[in-house]
């Protein structure tokens, strides 16, 4: 059965920072690139960053480049989404994608809210 579940998402202040992390089981993890996606209030959902299976790649969209860093731990089965300097801008619902590489079979996460606040 194949699971992302994500996490580390919540209230935070702007200028703060958040660590959200996506954990991934029933499927074969280094075998499948992973991104980060959002969608907030009204808005459709876009892609934030991407990382490649091996981690070697990666990539951002231009509203977060710069804050914004993807990682992934093969070992742990688990991608991180590290953002710095939080804007109002960035409070969104934010989800993790797996698309294997061969088949481009893909799945989603359950979502995280952050919420960007004073």
């Known amino acids: 059965q194949v699971q992302l579940v994500e996490s580390g998402g919540g209230l935070v202040q702007p200028g703060g920072s958040l660590r959200l992390s996506c954990a991934a089981s029933?499927?074969?993890?280094?075998?499948?690139?992973m991104s980060w996606y959002r969608q907030g209030p009204g808005k459709e959902r876009e892609l934030v960053a991407s990382?490649?299976?091996?981690?070697?790649?990666?990539n951002y969209a231009a509203s977060v480049k710069g804050r914004v860093t993807i990682s992934r731990d093969n070992g742990k089965n688990t991608v991180y989404l590290q953002m710095n300097s939080l804007k109002p801008e960035d409070t969104a619902v934010y989800y993790c994608?797996?698309?294997?590489?061969?088949?481009?079979?893909?799945?989603w996460g359950q979502g995280t809210q952050v919420t960007v606040s004073s």
């Open positions: 994608k797996a698309v294997a590489v061969l088949t481009l079979n893909a799945y």
């Open positions: 029933g499927f074969i993890f280094s075998t499948y690139a």
């Open positions: 990382i490649s299976n091996t981690g070697g790649t990666t």
